[in-house]
């Protein structure tokens, strides 16, 4: 079993930037692919982005690209997700989850919720306009 832990969430003014980290234990896996996702009230839990195991290739949503970059440290069993340009929408509880199966190819990686076996509990970011 994985555990997988999120940790820089906050508030924010609209414009800044905030770091997220992932950081992972247990039975682990560096070939794993990674990604995050986050969950606004009232809605879906949507997919952000997603790194294959080596750190390439990334793959984002259409909503955030540009503005966010995932990352990986193998070493250090770490995932982060470097958000910059924020704006009041992206306010969500941000989750990171392992994907075991499948990693990613050269079109992109896995964004269905499905795809993916192992979750943190989130980190709650806020930002004001």
């Known amino acids: 079993q994985e555990q997988l832990v999120e940790s820089g969430g906050g508030l924010v003014q609209a414009g800044g930037s905030l770091r997220l980290t992932c950081t992972a234990s247990g039975r682990t896996d560096s070939s794993d692919a990674m990604g995050w996702f986050r969950q606004a009230p009232g809605k879906e839990r949507e997919f952000v982005a997603a790194?294959?195991?080596?750190?390439?290739?990334?793959y984002y949503a259409d909503s955030v690209k540009g503005r966010f970059t995932i990352s990986r440290d193998n070493a250090n069993k770490m995932v982060y997700l470097q958000m910059s340009s924020l704006k009041p929408e992206d306010t969500a509880v941000y989750y990171c989850?392992?994907?075991?199966?499948?990693?990613?190819?050269?079109?992109?990686?896995?964004?269905?919720?499905?795809?993916?076996?192992?979750w943190g509990q989130g980190t709650r970011v806020t930002v004001s306009s």
């Open positions: 989850a392992t994907d075991r199966r499948n990693g990613c190819s050269d079109y992109g990686c896995y964004s269905s919720s499905i795809e993916y076996d192992y």
């Open positions: 790194i294959n195991w080596s750190g390439r290739p990334t």
